[in-house]
């Protein structure tokens, strides 16, 4: 470190970039829980002593990147040390479209393509996933044997990012098919009836990566969410679950993946953000990250029976709710899985056609539709079994 600085001030004017610092930087004290790291605290020491020492006419900058800002030291934030901080968010929709046009100049385009229509179709998605995209989308027209990259070979992109490699030859039995089909078409029922439920784009029963199927949605990009929001999402998320209850009686372990969402988001109403009238105005979420070195609970045994019995009402709710849409709904649901079964994948067009427009208004949010020749999938939903079970990003993101 501290030849690091020196030959950095003999070469000055200079820049000093350390990506990941909180590899060196993290808090002193804390991570002495299994016995500390004395190499790691004097490499922090040094840096903190370097830094210091500048003066006016050093002609040094430092610049540091880390994800966890939150487990820093303190002396490294403060002023004259690291004393600006530069929050870098994931992009937004205009800002993603500029970093597609980025991107895509090494490639050529056919006319079709739409730009603005992708920065859309890509929620959450950030700079290096929207440059994997590009690389995969060429990727895919090269092996069609395309001289150009077209629109579908973007969207065909998006399905092999978000959903994995694509496995047509899996075997399924003819039983699982129809579970897996009345399964998708629940979630796709119900989210249409919901008002905040995010806005459909397929529907589809084609194994990709470890999901047998999935329901594909368009998130809102929201900066703030409020609580029939996020208990529309959790409806819409257990009408998968629901549709195998009341059309076999019987309920499976597909959807391990759904449940685990639901109980995040529930968690997050009663503990993160203040939402359950019995808990009230209180949260137990640490933002300083010194939460995770406390070995005890923020609140009493007797509040954790409440947040648990809380946290079980929500999701029973919302689920009954999810039951009561479908039973209303059962003859549409029934008509949407055998078409399902049927074309193995299914767009916004053929929900209109089943149910009608939706019966509230909406804010049109794609306005290129998906093409329908498009055999491919989405984003992990329905779970082979509880052991290969893994969180996607989502347009959780």
């Not at 819409?236 to 019987?250: H, N, P, Q, S, V």
């Not at 953000?273 to 995770?292: A, R, V």
Request: hydrophobic share 35%; aromatic share 6%; with cysteine.
């Amino acid at each position: 470190m501290r030849d690091l600085f020196k030959q950095a001030a003999a070469k000055s004017p200079s820049i000093i970039f350390i990506d990941e610092i909180d590899a060196i930087g993290r808090s002193r004290g804390k991570n002495n829980i299994t016995g500390g790291n004395d190499e790691r605290e004097n490499t922090l020491n040094q840096l903190l002593t370097e830094m210091d020492g500048f003066g006016t006419d050093t002609n040094v900058i430092v610049i540091a990147a880390t994800n966890r800002a939150d487990v820093l030291d303190k002396a490294l934030m403060r002023a004259g040390r690291f004393d600006r901080q530069i929050y870098v968010d994931l992009p937004d929709r205009n800002e993603r479209k500029e970093i597609f046009e980025v991107h895509i100049k090494p490639l050529k385009m056919d006319d079709d393509v739409n730009i603005e229509f992708l920065s859309k179709q890509t929620p959450g998605f950030s700079g290096a996933d929207i440059a994997n995209l590009c690389n995969e989308a060429a990727l895919i027209a090269a092996r069609k044997g395309n001289k150009k990259v077209h629109h579908q070979d973007f969207l065909d992109a998006v399905d092999r990012i978000v959903g994995g490699l694509e496995k047509k030859n899996k075997i399924i039995t003819d039983k699982e098919k129809t579970t897996i089909a009345y399964h998708e078409a629940g979630h796709a029922t119900v989210s249409w009836m919901l008002e905040h439920a995010a806005p459909l784009v397929k529907v589809t029963i084609v194994p990709r990566g470890k999901s047998l199927g999935a329901a594909w949605y368009l998130p809102e990009e929201r900066q703030i969410v409020q609580t029939e929001q996020m208990l529309d999402e959790m409806c819409a998320t257990l009408g998968g679950r629901a549709a195998e209850k009341i059309m076999f009686d019987k309920i499976s372990t597909g959807a391990l993946n759904d449940l685990e969402k639901v109980a995040r988001q529930a968690k997050a109403i009663v503990t993160v953000y203040g939402l359950n009238d019995k808990i009230g105005n209180i949260t137990f979420y640490d933002s300083s990250g010194q939460g995770d070195y406390n070995f005890t609970k923020p609140y009493s045994e007797k509040t954790a029976q409440i947040i648990d019995e809380e946290i079980s009402t929500i999701i029973e709710k919302q689920y009954q709710r999810a039951i009561d849409i479908l039973n209303h709904h059962k003859k549409e649901l029934t008509v949407l899985a055998e078409l399902l079964k049927e074309k193995e994948v299914i767009f916004e067009d053929d929900l209109i056609r089943i149910f009608g427009e939706r019966p509230f208004e909406v804010e049109p949010i794609l306005e290129k539709k998906v093409p329908k020749n498009n055999k491919e999938e989405e984003v992990e939903d329905n779970v082979e079994n509880k052991n290969d079970n893994e969180e996607v990003k989502s347009s959780e993101k």
